[in-house]
């Protein structure tokens, strides 16, 4: 697209350009329409989002403050990114485009969506306030304005890519997709986090044309001008993965100059020169740069270069030299325009920056955590010409800039939720002898598979979708793929048939734990991006859930609702070793907001736990379910008949398995009661019928969600409290779960009684089951020894 400064009378479709909408949508593509749009406009446009961003963050660590602590707001990181913002938003965006805004950006994103009048003036006095315009952009807290939550480096951009890979396998699958196209801003030193490349790896991903990164090489971090082989690796790291790379390197008035006699070597000279040095040279005072330039590093006088700066005052040469190409109007948006063009593969802008840009502190080293003083301020309002007291004002209606905002395309507004996919109650599947709840997992899966309501189902699996139980689904729902590919053994019988298709409905990752939950939390928001609910189910071996938390954390924050299956857990994996035995991850599912974590003992509990949290999740109005399962088979006939009173219970948390009150004799005195979570029911159930035969009555309770129960405290009449009886007020409590003690920890303090936490709390080894039961005191006895020290008997 050609902008020109156009201001005259020219007419199109029968209006004046003045009017005219800068877009038109022909068919189902959205023309920008604007053969001609006022360039100055814009430039005044983008000061003043400079100017509101900056004072928004002023004005947070200026107010009232009652604790008295710094409040903070990235100034510098907000500036940098004024133009590329300003370019998006005020030109380039379409109606179905979504945005995940760098992170740091926050402050500039705010005053443009005051501006183009989505977000109440009065919000913008509340950055980093309780219930105010949060630090980093979340869907989770002003959902009204933020497309896609950012934060914590790296994830975030990920995040919205998987989001388009979830738009498309809905594109595939017959459902509306949308939206149309992924842009993502990442900051330079951003792309350090292993994340990002972990997940530009992945195949589908480098075909995904509907998606745009835009980073901000602004060659600063939090600490430092970044080491420069970085910057320079960048262009390459994006072609190996199979990106289109447009450079923003510099503005038209350095490659100007660069066209002159001796521009060349000024170009080179620039080029070549140490990030650290081009920053020096940008704080000099400008009576020093053209020295500075014009001597070459061994300290020679470059004829050529002093010849290019010929024409230039000194005056006139700190804004020439810090012409990048990022905060050149025509050229980001020749960049964006060029974006477009071709949409076979994702696009990449790297655009250079300067960090802290039009502000006192630009490209200052140690930028990142400044604001501006008092004095600085003032001297900033002036030179923005805002007059005092107007410091939060937007344009006035009648002004160009509001009629040009006028004629911009609307921006992306969430879409109409379709009917939330049917999920049954039950299945009612017969789950007999023994059996581990892994296997029940694959069971219903598989059973699922053959119903109707599997549709809104999805699978994810970062490389063990095998060894988790998937192959009954994933052989009838084949795996997804861009395009069909053939099967070379399709000939010869495989136990997983690898089908691959964009009909699939299985998506086999690379061994990623991040790409497996960022793509989970992608999946499990398309509800709200596109309006089509997906079910989202995701495999992973329990150790390596820590392997991936970051992501987890970011991708339930970030709004999206999922399963995880994790299995095998806990020393019960016996023979495989520490490496591979799960410990802490019980602590990680109780605390994990939106996450609730189950650990079932049987197999019915697998299909209702399982089958509950699909129908809240197609509901939206559920958690994320984390299924902590188990290769240990379980002989079902311990488990109670199935009933509607037994599913509550499974669902609230936990039930009564045994129930020493019936007992002859019975003394409550001589009482204990043992909560087991997981497998450890068995070893529950032993050692209560090893006490009886010392008249000590033990309860056995089977605790299915630790994190249910727990939570389940703050409520008036918790569940916890239901299962225990008024007559037991002081029996004392034995926990024990395959995984760190601390999970059940809370139930002694919660009933007021003695407890005896038992459970895993150090490395895992290989060995046989019993012999690690034993060592790390889970097994029976160990449960009969707890009694019996809490009972003095
Ligand atoms: C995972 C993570 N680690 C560390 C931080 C702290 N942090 C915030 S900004 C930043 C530097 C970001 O540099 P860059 O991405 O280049 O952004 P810029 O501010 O230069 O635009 C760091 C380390 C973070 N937010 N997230
Ligand atoms: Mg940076």
Redesign the pocket.
Known sequence: MLIKNNKAGPTIYGTTIAEAPLWRRVGSRIYLGAMATDLEILERIQQRVLWLSTWMVHHANTRPNPDGLKVGG?Q??SA??VSILTALYFNALRPGDVVAT????SPAFYAIQFLRGRLDGARLATLREFGGLQA?PSRRKNPDVVDLST?????GAVMATFSALASRFLLDHGAAGGPERFIAM????????GNVWEALGEEPLGRLGDVLWIV?V??????RV?PDARTRQLKDLFVAHGWRVLELRWGRSLERVFRRPGGERLRRRLETMPGREYHRLLRMPAGAMRKTLATSPEGALDADVDRALADFADDALPALVADVGGHDLPSILDALDEAERERGRPAVILAH?I?GWGLPFAADPLN?TMVTSPAQIIELREAFGIPLGQEWAGFDPDSEEAAYIRRLAPLWTAPERRPAPAVPRTLDEPFEGAMSTQEAFGRVLGTLARRPEADAIVTVSADVAVTTHLAGWINRKGVYALEPRSDPFADAPQAIAWRESPTGRHIELGIAEHNLFLLLGALGLTAELSGTTLLPIGTLYDPFVPRGL?ALYHALYAGGRFVVAATPSGITLSPEGGAHQSVITPSIGVALPQFAYFEPAFAREVEWILLDSLAAIAARDGESLYLRLSTRAVDQTLAPPPSDAYRDAVLRGGYRLRDARGAARYDSERAVHIFAAGVLVCEAVEAARALADRDIFANVFVVTSPDRLFRGLRVPRPWLETLVGADEEEVPVVSVLDGHSHALGFIGGALGVPHMALGVEDFGQSGARADLYRHYGIDANAIVGAARTLLAL
Not at 186 to 193: H, P
Not at 218 to 223: A, H, M, T
């Open positions: 990235h510098a990181s940098s990114v760098k992170a740091h950006a980093y934060g914590s480096m790296g994830l990442v900051g330079d030193a951003e792309l350090d986090e901000d602004n060659r600063q971090s939090l600490d970044v920056t960090k990142h970051d």
